[in-house]
């Protein structure tokens, strides 16, 4: 999604309102990159011997808290030319949770895993044997969406329609959205996962509810029809009533907050 962000940019950054919009923290970025390499660091070779770095020792802490460190994401609407460090950002966070999902896998390639049923089903393992630290790492991609949500939906409003009606921009729109609704169905593909117990679903559930009035501003009716289905059909396969009920009201609001 963020070179997809970046074509946009590139064609829209003259027409761009950046007033009182928040600027990523270059020193941040910097610095979750830094502790991302310290991370992997620690972690070589687990995607042989299955010995990932826990968030419960004190050092690795401090790394995943640089790493997934929110505050690099600036405060408010950011402009949409900070699109390529949020792409910075994702990637590197991306580091860590795949570091996570391939452990004892043998492989280091994410690409590959599909390929390896033996592989997959350990990658599946992994969801429940380091869900703390993959529901940090899901927790800061839902993070980045809502940002890139927030930022298109901030350019899509100030564009004029001439803009919005230029193929490279569209396209670059077009992907964005794309994106974002492969990004949902993801999630919810992942909470479904076996292992994994209802509170850590619920952790989740609360930043996907934020992110969901504008994902559904961006994604097509099509899209977030399905995405209520995939979320109605994880609620029915819950044992909690209020985890339940979440999803539900989940699923609505990205259909019924398309037009409002």
Known sequence: MHGCLRSVAAALI???????????DTAKVAAAKQAGDEFLALAKGAETSGAMPRGSDPKVKALLDRVFDRAALGRGVPPIQDSAKFGELLNNGNRIG???????????????LADDQKAMEQAEKNMSTFAPEMGRWFDYQLAIQHKIVDSTLAFMASAKKDVLERPQVKEGLGNVRQG??????????????????????????VALSEIAPGAAKIVTPDEAKELQRQANALAEAVGDA???????????TLVSQQKS
Do not use: H, I, P
């Open 242 to 252: 209020g985890l339940k009920a979440g999803l539900q009201k989940l699923g609505a």
């Open 98 to 112: 795949f570091a996570y999902m391939l452990a004892g896998t043998g492989l280091s390639d994410l690409n590959k």
């Open 180 to 205: 974002l609704a492969r990004a949902l169905a993801g999630l919810f593909q992942t909470m479904a996962a076996d292992g994994l117990d209802d509170g850590w679903r619920k952790e989740r559930l």
């Open 14 to 24: 003259a027409v761009c309102s950046t007033a009182a919009a928040a600027q990523v």
